[in-house]
């Protein structure tokens, strides 16, 4: 109990997102973490968001242990090391999607739940994202406790004032969060993902449709039956069996149009105080 704990804190995974990176240097001006790190420096440089892979893919034991010459790979493998030496880790992204402030974790602990509780009390605005991730592809995965921070709108390659002082307060709580005593709330509510909705291609592979007009910058708007969650170019509804009650985020998410879809769905649960 007496030892402190140890703080990483992580900008420019993906070296298009320019909120995290900025914000490592103001961190790096006070104490709430003990490192503050730039994943993908090169990719920053270039100004992209990545030179060769995503980076946030490469943490699974086979990229780690065959990097091969994929720059990211030898980076996440890098980053492993420095990872395993500390307590907790938060990683700093930022989205195109109207999402808000929303906090990303992939694992469930009392520990977990504590620093959640906390952000919740001070930032009560804030979303929880639960993404499970069983082949520990993601940074997040090999820390003892770890955390993304996902905050929206904002455009790649720009700075947002509001959401540079949203991701701000949440890393800041973070950090205060594994230090604080504070009685735990009966029961905390999260989305957990459940698919995600492809966008329609023609004949030819060539993209044919869109986010539905009703449905783009409505993060965490739950879907109605039949909805449209599509819509081709000329202005036709394109709906999706099965989505009815759940939640849309990542809402045409511009990094999303490499792996081909428009939205990822989630449902709300509670979980149980543990």
């Given at each position: 109990?007496?030892?402190?704990m140890k703080?990483?804190?992580?900008?420019?995974t993906h070296?298009?997102?320019?909120?995290?990176?900025?914000?490592?240097?103001?961190f790096?001006?006070?104490?709430?973490?003990?490192e503050?790190?730039?994943?993908?420096?090169?990719?920053?440089?270039q100004?992209?968001?990545?030179?060769?892979?995503?980076?946030?893919r490469?943490?699974?034991?086979?990229?780690?242990?065959?990097p091969?010459?994929?720059y990211?790979r030898?980076?996440?493998?890098?980053?492993?090391?420095?990872?395993?030496?500390?307590d907790?880790?938060?990683?700093?992204h930022?989205?195109?999607?109207n999402m808000g402030?929303?906090?990303?974790?992939?694992q469930?602990?009392?520990e977990?739940?504590?620093?959640?509780?906390y952000?919740?009390?001070?930032?009560?605005?804030?979303?929880?994202?639960?993404?499970?991730?069983p082949?520990?592809?993601?940074?997040?995965?090999?820390?003892?406790?770890?955390?993304?921070?996902?905050v929206?709108?904002?455009?790649?390659s720009?700075l947002?004032?509001?959401?540079f002082?949203?991701?701000?307060?949440?890393?800041?709580?973070i950090?205060q969060a594994v230090?604080?005593?504070i009685?735990?709330?009966?029961?905390?509510e999260?989305?957990?993902?459940?698919m995600?909705i492809?966008?329609?291609y023609?004949?030819?592979?060539?993209?044919?449709?869109?986010?539905?007009?009703?449905?783009q910058g409505?993060?965490?708007?739950?879907l109605r039956?039949?909805?449209?969650?599509l819509?081709?170019?000329?202005?036709?509804?394109?709906?999706?069996?099965?989505?009815?009650?759940?939640?849309?985020v990542?809402?045409?998410e511009?990094?999303?149009y490499?792996?081909k879809?428009?939205?990822?769905?989630?449902?709300k649960?509670?979980?149980p105080?543990?």
């Amino acid at each position: 109990k007496g030892r402190r704990m140890k703080k990483l804190l992580i900008g420019g995974t993906h070296g298009n997102e320019w909120t995290g990176i900025y914000l490592l240097e103001y961190f790096a001006k006070f104490e709430d973490y003990d490192e503050c790190v730039l994943a993908n420096p090169k990719a920053f440089q270039q100004n992209k968001r990545f030179v060769d892979e995503d980076l946030n893919r490469c943490f699974s034991q086979e990229k780690i242990q065959d990097p091969g010459t994929v720059y990211e790979r030898a980076r996440a493998a890098d980053l492993v090391e420095k990872i395993k030496k500390v307590d907790l880790l938060v990683d700093l992204h930022t989205t195109t999607s109207n999402m808000g402030p929303t906090v990303i974790f992939s694992q469930k602990s009392r520990e977990v739940y504590q620093v959640l509780a906390y952000v919740q009390k001070n930032y009560p605005e804030v979303k929880f994202l639960f993404n499970p991730d069983p082949n520990k592809q993601y940074m997040i995965s090999h820390a003892k406790l770890g955390f993304v921070i996902e905050v929206g709108p904002v455009a790649n390659s720009c700075l947002k004032a509001d959401v540079f002082e949203s991701s701000k307060k949440i890393a800041t709580l973070i950090s205060q969060a594994v230090s604080s005593q504070i009685s735990l709330p009966e029961s905390l509510e999260f989305y957990a993902y459940e698919m995600k909705i492809d966008y329609k291609y023609d004949e030819n592979s060539k993209l044919a449709s869109m986010v539905h007009l009703d449905v783009q910058g409505k993060d965490f708007v739950p879907l109605r039956r039949g909805q449209a969650v599509l819509q081709d170019f000329y202005a036709k509804d394109i709906v999706v069996d099965g989505v009815e009650g759940l939640f849309p985020v990542f809402i045409n998410e511009a990094a999303y149009y490499n792996y081909k879809y428009a939205l990822q769905l989630v449902k709300k649960e509670l979980w149980p105080r543990p």
